[in-house]
Each structure stands twice: as C-alpha cells, then as structure tokens.
C-alpha cells in the first residue's frame, strides 16, 4: 500500500486499512488499491459483502477512489479472454464507472507526468498493469487525468468516483488538496512535500548505515530482513579492506557483510579472523 504513504502523514486524513463492512460505511472516502489479481480480488469482495458496501456507502455519500487494479474494478466489467490471470475470464465490475477493462498479456510500465483538473501544477507517477481499460460504447466520458501529451487518463463520475491508473498520483501534494478539500473543512493544513519526505529518509538511511560499514541499498536490504545489525568491531576502512580480501576470494559479498554485523553469531574460525584485524 505505498500509494497511500503520504496520506499516513497527513494531519487532515484519518488512515485505516479494512475490509469490515461496518468501518466501509463510515468512511468519507473509500479508496481501492492496486492488486495483482484483479479478478481474484474482485470475486472475494462479492463473496464476502465488501462490494455491496461499497455500492452503499457511495450511494449514501461517501468517494470512491481506484488505483490500478482498484480502478478496474469500478468499471462495468473486466475480461479476460487469454487467462492472463487464471480461469476467470468474465466478472461484472462495481459499476461505478463507464469503463470496461480487457486483460493483456504485455504489461504497461513508464513514467508519466499528468494534469488534474481542479488541481495546481502538474504531477508525476506511473503505471504498471496489465489490461486496456476504455470507455463503454456510448456512454458519456470524462477523463479524470490527462498526460502531458494530452491524451486523456483515468475516469470520473461526478465529483465522487474517480480512477486512474496511475501509481504514485497520492504522492502529489496538489491531489492529496484536492481530494480531501471537501471533507477537511478549514484546517489551514498543506500536504507534506512526500519527495522531500523520501530524500530525507534516505540519507538518514545513507547516514545510518554508513555507522555500520554499509551501502544504504544493502543497509535497507537488511532492516527489510530484521536482521540483527551489531556495531562493526572494524573501523570502515578496515571493512572495506576486508571485504575487497574476502571477496578476492569468491566470497559473496553479502554474506561478509552479514558476518561482520552478525560478529556474536560466527564460528570461531571467522571470529579469530576478525580479532587479528582488530
């Protein structure tokens, strides 16, 4: 659920994650995230009641919002004639908007860069899906995006239902403005600037692994690991020096590195090596 970082950070946003029907209703806004198997999902939120609540709640008020796979789903139906995603190759969408999706085998991915109506400036995401998604035949369209080379982007339904395929379009402050305007009432409260936000956390991460002999990349492959870091015994230009050695002799390079902040767990061959190089 990256696309909903920056709302995390929010002070006009009270985030929860739930598929209890009861919490759907009393939500301001519903938004529906992006999935690797949108059929699948869609099935499970018609068996398990989600759906209908869904349809209730915005009945009685509440926006709904799609991302990805989310936004296929609030169209009027997704196929799936080559089995791009298992057997099902038909379900009725939510009905939310006058789209229709077909799955594909070849997958979208790119950068894009996007105007919204209603918003300041432009904004930048991306894709990754599979599937077309276009207008029903005769239906009224409106686009809820358009890229910077005008083509139109996304769906909306009046004022709230809207999809788009764009992941990434949370992390843009002017979105998060207007999305939330009707419902923040006159908190003089901006969105956080999210791209400063990330550039700050990586180099605390640049900093924090530095302290451990540690590329940020590998640091975070790490904490992402709950691996035990332990303060290295080596000073870092010793740890370099070491793991150039090691690695010299065909030694994974990860490995090492697990070694040396792993020092308590190595076995006494490993931890004379260490001692003679303190």
């Known amino acids: 659920f990256t696309d ?37 999902d869609l099935y499970e939120l018609r068996r398990n009641g989600v ?44 009905g939310l908007l006058p789209m229709q999706t077909v799955m594909q085998k070849e997958k979208v991915t790119r950068q894009v860069c996007f105007t919204l109506a209603g918003a300041t400036g432009a904004g930048q995401g991306y894709e990754i899906h599979n599937g077309t998604t276009l207008p029903v035949e005769g239906e ?11 083509t139109p982007e996304g769906s909306m339904s009046g004022s709230r239902c809207v999809g788009t395929y764009i992941h990434g379009i949370l992390d843009n402050p002017s979105v998060i403005d207007w999305l939330v305007a009707p419902y923040a009432g006159k908190k003089a409260i901006s969105s956080p600037d999210y791209a400063a936000y990330k550039e700050e956390q990586y180099n605390k991460l640049k900093i924090s692994g530095e302290t451990y002999g540690l590329s940020p990349n ?6 992402a690991q709950k691996s035990h870091l332990k303060k290295p015994y080596l000073e870092h230009d010793q740890a370099k020096s ?30 004379e090596l260490i001692e003679d190089l303190r």
């Open 4 to 40: 909903f970082n920056m709302l995390e950070r929010d002070e006009r946003v009270n985030l929860y994650y739930t598929n209890n029907t009861d919490d759907l209703l009393k939500a301001d806004i519903i938004l529906l995230p992006g999935t690797k198997s949108t059929l699948d």
């Open 51 to 94: 759906a209908q609540a869904i349809l209730r709640a915005h009945r009685e008020g509440t926006m709904v919002m799609g991302i990805c796979g989310g936004y296929q789903m609030m169209g009027r139906e997704i196929c799936d004639p080559e089995g791009v995603e298992g057997s099902l190759t038909r379900l009725p969408g939510l």
């Open 140 to 150: 009224i369209y409106t686009p809820f995006t358009r890229l910077e080379d005008g």
């Open 218 to 223: 590998l640091y975070a492959k790490k904490l």
């Open 242 to 271: 070491l793991l150039l050695e090691l690695s010299k002799q065909g030694t994974n390079l990860n490995q090492i590195a697990k070694k040396l902040n792993q020092f308590d767990r190595m076995d006494n061959q490993d931890k």
